[in-house]
């Protein structure tokens, strides 16, 4: 069974701060994908970014950052620099062939950034 | 523009009386399904479907039921709706080819009194 946790339920963080928020999953595929989500207050997820099981590079956008570590399947999301905007709720998710069908979401991390 | 829409977005409702949410898509994904969020539960699936005709359950199914008879619909029916299904609603759907981009909707939100 596949499986994804996020152990932090919440996150408060004082503006400029960097922040880390940590994903970690369990799966018996060796194809799989990864993905990030956000969901402002308003209710919508938005898609921030997919990494497939074999491409282990870091990404960087922005003041958003990616750690994909297979030796430990972790997916951990850093944002630098936080800012006022960035305070919502972040949902991790793990998908066997990348599409809708099978896709399974942590319980999400709610980050608020303090002015 | 690339669009999956869900409808209705807001709705009360009385125990009992049966509704169904609708959920288009106009990218001829053969893919879609259906998550519901609760709070500190995040999003579970409750049905999905692979193409027309073919549907499957998810992980939270008990209670609803679906329909997949043209490609780009795929309705969430609640047939007799109770308060634990009080939830946000997310329809997504996505192409068979591997790593595609998955579209959600913008969700519904369902209450049921």
């Known amino acids: 069974a596949q499986k994804v946790t996020q152990a932090q339920t919440e996150i408060s963080v004082v503006e400029k701060e960097d922040v880390t928020l940590d994903c970690v999953y369990e799966t018996r595929d060796t194809t799989y994908y990864l993905f990030w989500y956000k969901q402002p207050p308003s209710g919508e997820l938005v898609f921030l970014i997919r990494?497939?099981?074999?491409?282990?590079q870091n990404e960087i956008s922005g003041r958003y950052s990616w750690n994909f570590q297979k030796s430990t399947s972790s997916f951990n999301f850093t944002i630098t620099a936080s800012q006022v905007v960035d305070s919502a709720v972040y949902f991790c998710a793990l998908s066997p062939q990348g599409g809708s069908e099978k896709l399974v979401f942590g319980k999400g991390t709610k980050l608020t950034v303090n002015p | 523009e690339a669009q999956v829409t869900q409808n209705p977005r807001y709705l009360i409702t009385v125990t009992g009386k049966k509704l169904t949410v609708t959920c288009s898509q106009n990218?001829?994904?053969?893919?879609m399904s259906w998550y519901r969020q609760d709070p500190g539960l995040g999003l579970r699936q409750i049905y999905y479907?692979?193409?027309?005709?073919?549907?499957d359950k998810g992980d939270v199914p008990e209670g609803y039921k679906v329909s997949r008879k043209e490609k780009r619909n795929f309705p969430l029916i609640l047939e007799s709706p109770s308060p634990n299904q009080t939830s946000l609603y997310f329809c997504?759907?996505?192409?068979?080819?591997?790593?595609?981009?998955?579209?959600f909707g913008e969700g519904s939100w369902l209450t049921v009194v």
């Open positions: 997504a759907s996505s192409s068979g080819l591997s790593g595609n981009t998955i579209y």
């Open positions: 990494r497939n099981s074999f491409d282990e």
């Open positions: 990218m001829n994904h053969e893919y």
């Open positions: 479907s692979m193409n027309v005709e073919v549907t």
